[in-house]
């Protein structure tokens, strides 16, 4: 039996936010909270937007490479990431909650939407299959109510965004790779982050 969809915008659940408020551990708790993911082109422009809206930003780097075995950190920055304003790592700094604003699904605004990071723009899509399929990020609250039909969702926009971070951060297969953990999260976790820093991930 062929089964016809018909293809409709992704839209965010009525009143959410969460993604926007809500940010995880990665990859694992030792590594403390991470930011938005933002491309080094990305930066500058979230720095002007932040000092245009008398915003205060954090932005720590997220990845970095190096070419040559060193112990220091690496030669070249290749992402950063926007952090949460809390001392517990949550709630993006651009995001509106004390102006009696709304979002088009009722949430609160973004103050920066037009020139949100590409991080933002590719959100829920967190990554495609082999055969180019999407897969959603389970913790977004669109996939726990639509967990039957994310397929009937159109979401052009998401992957055009995706493809254009994969494009601009391709990571030599040579390059050593550094994760910068960032010893930002809950309280009751502290004693498990790493010191604030870079480290290097095994080949
Ligand atoms: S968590 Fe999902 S549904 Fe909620 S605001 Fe973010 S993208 Fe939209
Ligand atoms: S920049 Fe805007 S869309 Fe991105 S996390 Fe912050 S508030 Fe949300």
């Not at 726990?144 to 052009?156: A, F, G, M, Q, R």
């Amino acid at each position: 039996m062929v089964v016809s969809y018909i293809y409709r915008p992704f839209r965010c659940v009525d009143g959410c936010s969460d993604c926007c408020i809500y940010r995880q551990y990665f990859p694992s708790v030792e590594y403390g909270k991470t930011g938005v993911l933002l491309l080094p082109h990305e930066k500058l422009r979230i720095e002007n937007c932040a000092k245009r809206d008398g915003t205060e930003i954090k932005i720590l780097p997220r990845i970095g490479l190096s070419d040559e075995c060193r112990n220091d950190g690496p030669d070249r920055i290749i992402m950063y990431q926007l952090m949460g304003k809390e001392t517990d790592g949550n709630t993006c700094p651009f995001l509106d909650i004390e102006s009696d604003k709304k979002a088009p699904n009722g949430g609160y605004p973004c103050k920066i939407y037009e020139e949100r990071p590409l991080a933002c723009q590719a959100y829920p899509v967190s990554h495609c299959t082999k055969n180019q399929n999407p897969v959603l990020d389970t913790r977004c609250k669109f996939c726990k109510v639509n967990v039957d039909s994310p397929e009937k969702y159109s979401l052009i926009k998401e992957l055009a965004a995706l493809k254009k971070i994969k494009g601009l951060s391709r990571i030599s297969t040579t390059a050593r790779v550094w994760r910068y953990a960032t010893h930002i999260g809950e309280k009751k976790d502290r004693k498990k982050f790493l010191p604030e820093g870079w480290v290097l991930q095994d080949m």
